[in-house]
């Protein structure tokens, strides 16, 4: 479009809060200023972890803001999801340097959803989706990095650049869908009744073990309990040998900034916490983020606490989705379905690039035909 400008902004409190989330809307949180501006205000984004913000900001002639996107400059590729580890390995072997590259995407949230955000406004949004898209590359190109992901995007964003030559990933998560339910129950009737039985034993269990639960939301999180969480959330990152990108901070910047949209499950025994599992609220769907848990023998906590408790949540509120995390095929018989997740990647490098898309097409072949032998694992009735 002419006279639109480009800008890459080191910070996102450079971007007016409302001319940001004009352009990204109130369904999905993770794209909202205020989870963005919590996460490098905290330090959890920041150089020194690996996440340098290079927001893409575009403007009209007159200055208008039209579209953003959440970029970031990365020098590894920890904290992403979408794994990539053996393309920079094949292209260090081959004398290149992958890193750093730029990465459209929420960090450390493998959560579906836009990312190429345009304002409502916009006379045409898919012409301005593909601009976006371009500028993308040339940010790739004026900073001479290797490559640009996009992550996690929608499947129409996906379609979009993959009609002008962006390299098309597909993914698997597992997602539960509420058919009007009114009560637990009525989830569990559709299904068979073995694995009705199964539900059922496992959330006896978790609930006869002594512990407590409670479901806390915005500012009924205090301090104490988002301390308690943060030890929770060290805890599952040791036992996975991981590392701690989020900071303390973090945690208490979302219920200040997010309110009731964050929504905190937690499990005491003797009512001191023990586990607790963080999620937060889109305009139709509740978000699985973090969970954790001291150390103890209970039963089927983790399944409680993050799977049953979520699908409760969703049905005393009205919400239409669970969205639980990625990986887990254990999720396929507490009654989430596998669903496809999209990724869009551009490579600067011809050899590269060629290597890359080869790979990309038998992986999708292989990921589309386990779709359905997935899906076949689901619990729900055959007649239904």
Known sequence: MTGTTMILHRRIAEIPAREWDDCAGDDNPF???????????SGSTSPQTGWLPQHLVLRNGAGRLLAVAPLYAKSHSFGEYVFDQQWAQAFAQAG???????????????????RLLVHPDAPDA???????????????????????????CTQHEYDLMGQTGWLQRLGVQYHWDN???????????????RKRKAIRRERRDANACGLTFHTYRGHEITES???????????????KWGRAYLQPGFFPLLSQRLGDRVVLMVARQNGVPVAGALN?????????RNWGRLEGDWPFLHFELCYYR????????????????AQGEHKLQRGYRPCLTHSAHWIDHPGLRE???DYLRHERAAIEAELPALDALTPYRADL
């Open 31 to 41: 794209v909202s200023h205020a989870f963005l501006s919590a996460l490098e205000e």
């Open 96 to 114: 290149g340097q992958y890193y750093p590259k730029l990465q459209a995407a929420v960090p450390f949230s493998p959560v579906p959803g836009p």
């Open 126 to 152: 898919d012409a301005l989706r593909q601009l976006a898209a371009r500028a993308l590359r040339q940010a790739c190109g004026e900073l001479g990095l290797s490559s640009v992901h996009v992550t996690f």
């Open 179 to 193: 058919c009007d339910y009114t009560t637990f129950d009525d989830f569990l009737d559709t299904l068979a009744s």
């Open 225 to 239: 309990l988002w301390h308690d969480f943060y030890q929770f959330y060290l805890s599952t990152v040791d036992r």
């Open 280 to 288: 937060l609220m889109g305009r139709d769907t509740l978000y699985g």
């Open 310 to 325: 979520a699908i409760d949540f969703a049905i005393a509120t009205g919400l239409k989705r669970v969205e639980a995390g």
């Open 355 to 357: 290597a890359v898309a």
